[in-house]
Nanobody
């Protein structure tokens, strides 16, 4: 049974930093492309960053490029998102999920979603 548990969110001032974690279980984590998604109130869920199975390739949405860094620890079955220079428009609930090798910034491959972690950036 797939489990995705996101953590690390919080309230931060603009320009600040946060590091999110997503612990997985019930999956062969080391063989999967993974991504972080976010959903702001009234908006659709969007992909912000993705990472290949061994971390050798990373992919970023234009809105976060240069500010966010995705990484993973296959020994811990965990994917991370380091967020720097945060902006109020980064405010959202952040989720992780599996994504396609051929379209890493596309939609998720699991229908299941974790509870997410709230990130709020004040101006």
């Amino acid at each position: 049974q797939v489990q995705l548990v996101e953590s690390g969110g919080g309230l931060v001032q603009a320009g600040g930093s946060l590091r999110l974690s997503c612990a997985t279980s019930g999956v062969t984590f080391s063989g999967l492309f993974m991504a972080w998604f976010r959903q702001a109130p009234g908006n659709e869920r969007e992909s912000v960053a993705a990472i290949s199975w061994n971390g050798g390739n990373t992919y970023y949405a234009d809105s976060v490029k240069g500010r966010f860094t995705i990484s993973r620890d296959n020994a811990k079955n965990t994917v991370y998102l380091q967020m720097n220079s945060l902006k109020p428009e980064d405010t959202a609930v952040y989720y992780c999920n599996r994504v396609s090798v051929s379209k890493p910034l596309g939609g998720s491959l699991y229908n299941y979603w974790g509870q997410g972690t709230q990130v709020t950036v004040s101006s």
